[in-house]
């Protein structure tokens, strides 16, 4: 069964950067549409970035011009570079993978399969002014 484990979040203050890591096993990440998403009360995911499976990403307008998404087909990992963060950046991030293209907002999985998606856990960002 595929799974995704996520890491690389932590506390930073306003202006800093992170770069959360998104590792696929069991499957390989290029062979699907991987997207980060970031949790919001009531366990709903709203997508922040995506990259298909041939290669073309997509960001939400909050995060155009500081977020950078990328994949390394080695490592079998997705990457989300994060500059220029502010407090409203704060929240947790979690890594999907589907065979179809990401939904703009969906219930956030809890780690494993659901359906023809994966999800991971999630790591947790925080931006201090």
């Known amino acids: 069964e595929g799974q995704l484990a996520e890491s690389g979040g932590g506390s930073v203050q306003a202006g800093g950067s992170l770069t959360l890591s998104c590792t696929a096993a069991?499957?390989?990440?290029?062979?699907?549409?991987m997207g980060w998403y970031r949790q919001v009360p009531g366990n709903e995911c709203e997508l922040v970035s995506s990259?298909?499976?041939?290669?073309?990403?997509y960001y939400e307008d909050p995060v155009k011009g500081r977020f950078t998404i990328s994949q390394d087909g080695a490592k079998n990992t997705v990457y989300l570079q994060m500059n220029n963060m502010s407090c409203e950046d704060t929240y947790v991030y979690i890594c999907a993978a589907s065979r179809k293209p990401q939904p703009r907002l969906t219930r956030c999985g809890s780690g494993g399969a659901r359906g023809d998606s994966f999800w991971g856990l999630g790591t947790r960002v925080s931006i201090s002014s």
């Open positions: 990259i298909s499976a041939n290669g073309r990403t």
């Open positions: 069991g499957f390989t990440s290029h062979d699907f549409h």
